[in-house]
């Protein structure tokens, strides 16, 4: 007993590429129609990102910034520091 041949369509290529090869009811056909692939999902911060990443940079700088001027105005002896 022979399993019943399938309808008329296109159908997951069976050598396991993203392809689909047609069946006319009879045969397979040597067409061929690529799969399309899923969409990519949608990366919510994808225009964000950079910009967030410049303005941590630049604050991450902003600790050091303080620092340098702290010493600075010891050094020098500006009004109002003690050291």
Known sequence: ????????????DPGGV????????????????????????RNELGITSPALGII?????????GALILGICAVVTGSPGVSG
């Not at 689909?20 to 009811?25: A, E, I, K, N």
């Open 1 to 12: 007993m022979t399993a019943p041949l399938p309808p008329p369509g296109w159908y997951p």
């Open 18 to 41: 993203n392809a689909q090869r047609y069946f006319d009811g009879t045969k397979w056909t040597y067409s061929e129609g690529y799969t399309p692939l899923p969409p990519r999902p």
């Open 56 to 64: 941590a940079f630049v604050f991450s700088w902003v600790p050091l």
